[in-house]
């Protein structure tokens, strides 16, 4: 799969920009569970572990009502679950927002 850029954001740390393999199972390693991918409107969204509350994860932040533990990752998507890159103007956007 090829390579995208997102923010990386763990538990109580500031976001950073990652060059990831954007595959289905390369991103469910990262977050070390179930790959979840949440639509947060216009095409972007966050992949967390849907299960992170029955494991030993911290708390990452709730977004829409839902908690989201471990490692989440921002990104692009297509609609069809298929990750793709943010492009600078959204780097830096989605880092004010998160920080």
Known sequence: ?????????????????EEIDGGREAVAALVTGTFYLMD?????????????????????????????????????????ENLLALDEAEVAEMEKLLA
Do not use: S, T, W, Y
Request: proline share 5%; charged share 30%.
């Open 40 to 80: 947060l409107g216009d095409g972007l969204g966050v992949v967390f572990d849907a299960d992170g509350n029955k494991k030993v994860k911290d708390l990452n932040r709730v977004i829409d009502g839902v908690p989201m533990f471990g490692l989440c990752i921002f990104c692009r998507h297509d609609g069809a």
């Open 1 to 17: 799969m090829a390579r995208i850029k997102v923010l990386l954001c763990e538990p109580q740390a500031k976001p950073r920009v």
